[in-house]
């Protein structure tokens, strides 16, 4: 894909986003994040935990039921989108 021709000139503010952000690594599993928020749920509620959610399909594992989610409706296209609960 091109770069758009006036991409360069207006969009000063998010000029190498990639590049220059800012990342929030996790104390415990140096596992990053964009946001400094993010990392602080990740620490409380994911970092260390089991995960809780569970593709009725092939049994993937996950910690987030939304990642459970999206994984049914990439690979599992023509399945409902359901998601086991393991606890
Ligand atoms: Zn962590
Ligand atoms: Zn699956």
Known sequence: MLPLPWSE???TSHRNPKKTRTRFPCP???KSYTTKSAVT???????????RFECPYCGKLSKKKFN????IRHKHPSKP???????
């Open 68 to 71: 459970i989610q999206d994984h």
């Open 41 to 51: 749920a990740h620490f409380k509620y994911d970092c260390g935990k089991p995960p």
């Open 9 to 11: 000139e207006t969009c």
């Open 81 to 87: 989108v359901i998601c086991n609960t393991l606890f």
């Open 28 to 30: 415990r599993c140096r």
